[in-house]
């Protein structure tokens, strides 16, 4: 086995492949496609992952937050349109869905006032921007149970 890297400041890809306790060696060997020595490159940020190597690391390391990483962080279409999903605890991800559905629940009527005659004015902006940004704290805890789920899934 290799020996342990000391590098302080490692990237994402480094440190999943190392809670994974793999070597590049091994990981590279079971990604067929994506050489030691590419893997090598990516962690010491020498060069970009592609998306094709951020995928097949996301699967190797069982890591699928790797994608969502790339998508918001590397991706200029994914920086601008993406969330970036933290995957928590199960418990921690339930409670954050439920405060999000609890003010959606809230918000229900006034979302339907505002968007009834299918344009939004001056005086209701802020409400719809507020409900809006509501909506996308919803989508990102159901991305990160999915994300949760699929992790779960591969250690079942």
């Avoid at 999903?85 to 609890?102: M, R, W």
């Avoid at 921007?129 to 159901?142: G, H, P």
Wanted: negative net charge; charged residues 35%.
């Amino acid at each position: 086995m290799g020996k342990k890297s000391v590098k302080e400041n490692k990237n994402i890809y480094q440190e999943m492949r190392e809670e994974c306790n793999l070597t590049r060696e091994k990981a590279g060997e079971l990604m067929q496609f994506v050489s030691a020595d590419r893997i090598e490159k990516i962690e010491n940020e020498r060069s970009m992952a592609r998306p094709d190597e951020v995928l097949a690391m996301s699967e190797c390391y069982n890591s699928p937050e790797l994608c969502n990483y790339y998508c918001t962080h590397e991706c200029e279409i994914g920086k601008k349109y993406m969330t970036e999903v933290k995957v928590d605890q199960l418990s921690q991800i339930v409670l954050e869905t439920l405060d999000s559905l609890e003010k959606l629940n809230k918000e229900r009527n006034r979302l339907v006032e505002i968007t009834v005659d299918g344009r939004i004015t001056e005086d209701e902006k802020l409400d719809f921007e507020r409900i809006q940004t509501n909506l996308e704290k919803l989508s990102a805890t159901v991305d990160a149970l999915k994300f949760w789920t699929e992790k779960v899934g591969h250690n079942a």
